[in-house]
């Protein structure tokens, strides 16, 4: 067969998974923007010593003085308006918390409050939603994610992989006996492979 009709075939599995990938994607967002709105403010952890952690605050950030935080910029937004020293009241999942905000160390003038980032937005369905949209949502994500590394794996030029098949034929144009050197590229990138999914198993931390 002509190079390009090979080319076309080894391709066709893996532009098959990148479509898929694309429509599950496309599937997510549409979801996403139509049927989520933010509802509070996660963080990392807390820092040892800070005014979280004497207060024992837990649970996702809801609002701080009565004010609705739904978002890391109305998070960073309310904070500005705040001073250290000054007494606040937050509304979380767990419950509500008081206490006193302290001094950040690289600006005494601006409020610490003591939350570790990363800080993210959290979102859930907006309501009156139907709850079928979150499963949809994650099993597009899934979708998304599976298909999009399968189309990567089986690019890669290892034989027997449809990457290995299109790394030989073209290599084949390029010099008569391709073989040493298509056995040494799915040797590297088959080894490359084996470390990135297995690699933190096998070397001690």
């Not at 009709?5 to 599950?24: D, F, M, P, Q």
């Not at 990363?118 to 309501?127: G, N």
């Not at 034929?169 to 990138?189: G, I, Q």
């Amino acid at each position: 067969a002509k190079l390009l009709t090979k080319l076309s075939i080894y391709g066709a599995g893996s532009l098959v998974n990148l479509v898929v990938a694309a429509l599950a994607l496309l599937l997510s967002y549409v979801i996403f923007t139509h049927f989520y709105e933010p509802f509070g403010i996660s963080y990392a952890g807390i820092l040892n010593g800070s005014p979280a952690a004497k207060a024992n605050l837990s649970g996702i950030i809801r609002s701080i003085n009565e004010n609705p935080v739904q978002s890391v910029e109305e998070l960073r937004r309310v904070l500005l308006n705040l001073s250290p020293g000054e007494e606040v009241k937050i509304a979380t999942t767990k419950g509500n918390f008081t206490l006193r905000l302290g001094a950040r160390s690289d600006n005494r003038s601006r409020a610490f409050l003591g939350i570790a980032c990363p800080c993210k937005t959290v979102y859930k369905l907006k309501s009156g939603s139907p709850s079928i949209l979150k499963w949809l949502h994650f099993l597009s994500l899934w979708i998304f994610f599976i298909n999009m590394g399968v189309a990567m794996v089986n690019m890669l030029p290892i034989k027997p992989l449809d990457g290995g098949l299109i790394a030989e034929s073209l290599l084949e144009k390029l010099m008569r006996k391709p073989y040493h050197v298509m056995n040494a590229l799915s040797l590297f990138f088959a080894t490359l492979l084996f470390f990135n999914l297995f690699g933190s198993y096998l070397i001690p931390s």
